[in-house]
């Protein structure tokens, strides 16, 4: 129960802005649970977001412009920008242009680029554009501001195990190194199913969550490919950006489907 209780919190103390002061082991088991906990840390996050979607439509006249805003604001005000950050470290790397470890040091330089600012305007601009439509034509539902967050640490998990890291050394490297692959590939199949029997429970048999799964499977086979092509394996960057780049996919299957 102790080791469960400190996967809880580690989940929270590395991937989101809440604050945990407390020392906890960093053992296998706690770092495997780590990972087990965290897309229930996004189902969360989810949630809360789905909370305040539905006071500000029931209670408020908020336009749809703003309800994408604030989609969009408080995922990234609870993750404190670490994915975002991720992502930015990954388009100043790729656009680049330079080899692969030329890329891997950029990676590692805190300093932000033009193509890291292009690229995450980019990527903002087109998360707030396609949940604007969704809001606009009546597509988007709670489940959803819950189910894609669960989902893409899913995937980020799955990514993870599928790669060596691209360095010995960063905390990546020390997650991969304690991580029980096995148990977590079980736990996030589990993940999968629980979570998708909730989301049928709530849709009545809706098709539209078998999709979502099966375009993140295509997605993380494609991300995948790019990270083996262009880095040579994963970091804690390209972590934090496939949960990014993930989320603007599904939002857009959601909006041609849904």
């Known amino acids: 129960m102790k080791n469960i209780w400190h996967s809880i919190l580690l989940a929270f103390q590395f991937f989101t802005v809440l604050?945990?002061?407390?020392?906890?082991?960093?053992?296998?088991?706690?770092?495997?649970?780590?990972?087990?906990?965290?897309?229930?840390?996004?189902?969360?996050?989810?949630?809360?977001?789905?909370?305040?979607?539905?006071?500000?439509?029931?209670?408020?006249?908020?336009?749809?412009?703003?309800?994408?805003?604030?989609?969009?604001?408080?995922?990234?005000?609870?993750?404190?920008?670490?994915?975002?950050?991720?992502?930015?470290?990954?388009?100043?790397?790729?656009?680049?242009?330079?080899?692969?470890?030329?890329?891997?040091?950029?990676?590692?330089?805190?300093?932000?680029?033009?193509?890291?600012?292009?690229?995450?305007?980019?990527?903002?601009?087109?998360?707030?554009?396609?949940?604007?439509?969704?809001?606009?034509?009546?597509?988007?539902?709670?489940?959803?501001?819950?189910?894609?967050?669960?989902?893409?640490?899913?995937?980020?998990?799955?990514?993870f195990m599928s790669l060596n890291c691209s360095k010995e050394k960063g905390l990546a490297y020390f997650f991969k190194t304690q991580m029980e692959q096995g148990v977590l590939t079980v736990v996030m199949f589990i993940t999968l199913v629980i979570a998708l029997s909730g989301v049928f429970y709530v849709t009545g048999l809706s098709i539209v969550p078998l999709i979502l799964i099966i375009v993140l499977a295509v997605a993380f086979v494609l991300f995948r490919q790019f990270t083996l092509r262009n880095f040579g394996g994963v970091s804690g960057d390209l972590l934090g950006a496939s949960i990014e780049g993930m989320e603007v996919v599904l939002w857009v299957t959601l909006l041609l489907c849904a």
């Open 19 to 159: 604050p945990v002061h407390k020392e906890i082991p960093l053992s296998k088991g706690t770092i495997t649970g780590m990972f087990a906990f965290l897309p229930w840390v996004g189902a969360l996050m989810g949630t809360v977001v789905a909370a305040t979607i539905y006071s500000l439509t029931q209670w408020t006249a908020s336009s749809d412009v703003l309800l994408a805003f604030v989609v969009v604001g408080l995922f990234a005000l609870f993750t404190g920008g670490l994915h975002l950050d991720g992502f930015i470290d990954m388009g100043d790397a790729y656009f680049s242009y330079r080899d692969r470890d030329k890329r891997l040091e950029i990676l590692d330089d805190p300093r932000v680029g033009a193509f890291g600012v292009l690229s995450v305007l980019f990527l903002i601009l087109g998360k707030m554009v396609v949940l604007y439509e969704l809001f606009a034509q009546e597509k988007l539902t709670l489940w959803m501001l819950v189910f894609i967050p669960l989902l893409t640490r899913v995937g980020m998990s799955f990514y």
